[in-house]
Antibody, heavy 124, light 107 residues
Framework: QAQLVQSGSELKKPGASVKVSCKAS????????VHWVRQAPRQGLEWLGR????????TYARDFAGRVFFSVDRSVSTAFLQINGLKSEDTAVYFC?????????????????WGPGTLVTVSS | DIQMTQSPSAMSASVGDRVTITCRAS??????LAWFQQKPGTVPKRLIF???TLESGVPSRFSGSGSGTDFTLTISGLQPEDFATYYC?????????FGQGTKVDIK
């Protein structure tokens, strides 16, 4: 069955960078976009953006554009999230989630499969 | 950007209660709305998509309604396992946006 597996927890100092991976299996990787969603401690869900895994075209939420970067390696069905210039406020669990690559209304179209989440802690 | 205003932010309810959570979009999103349930320390679980389509395996006491800008998640007969936080998500237009969440706890 479809699955997303993420890399392990990270502890970083302020100003550093982090790169989180999300490996897909059990489905055709390029049929689905990979989105990134984060959740700070005791806070709600926040959409960072998404990447079209077929074309590599990214879309970023306004608050993260310029500091967050998405990429894919289609040869290993893996998407990546890189955050530069980490701040303490970036401490959160980062989830990768899939949705059909095109806007649609069916069951495959929105967040049916989630990764387990990667805890990124930013602390001096 | 489309803002999703979810209410209430928290509520206390008893087993067997009927619970209603609303999400209002700042502009029309047709039926591009999903509802998720999240329990502490776990991954969000999709309950409803396309505003009113129940996810396979989700109990029928959960239902969704609405179109355009106003949407509702209803739990008819709250069960102990339903105490959790619920989020709406609009996926009509980028950036996709979540509601702030509604925490349902035990009265």
């Amino acid at each position: 069955q479809a699955q997303l597996v993420q890399s392990g927890s990270e502890l970083k100092k302020p100003g550093a960078s982090v790169k989180v991976s999300c490996k897909a299996s059990g489905y055709t990787f390029t049929n689905y976009a990979v989105h990134w969603v984060r959740q700070a401690p005791r806070q709600g869900l926040e959409w960072l953006g998404r990447i079209n895994t077929d074309t590599g075209d990214p879309t970023y939420a306004r608050d993260f554009a310029g500091r967050v970067f998405f990429s894919v390696d289609r040869s290993v069905s893996t998407a990546f999230l890189q955050i530069n210039g980490l701040k303490s406020e970036d401490t959160a669990v980062y989830f990768c989630v899939r949705s059909w690559v095109e806007l649609c209304l069916g069951p495959r179209c929105v967040f049916d499969v989630w990764g387990p989440g990667t805890l990124v802690t930013v602390s001096s | 950007d489309i803002q999703m205003t979810q209410s209430p932010s928290a509520m206390s309810a008893s087993v067997g209660d009927r619970v209603t959570i609303t999400c209002r979009a700042s502009q029309g999103i047709n039926n591009y709305l999903a509802w998720f349930q999240q329990k502490p320390g776990t991954v969000p679980k999709r309950l409803i998509f396309t505003a009113s389509t129940l996810e396979s395996g989700v109990p029928s006491r959960f239902s969704g309604s609405g179109s355009g800008t106003d949407f509702t998640l209803t739990i008819s007969g709250l069960q102990p396992e339903d105490f959790a936080t619920y989020y709406c998500l609009q996926y009509s237009t980028y950036p996709w946006t979540f509601g702030q969440g509604t925490k349902v706890d035990i009265k």
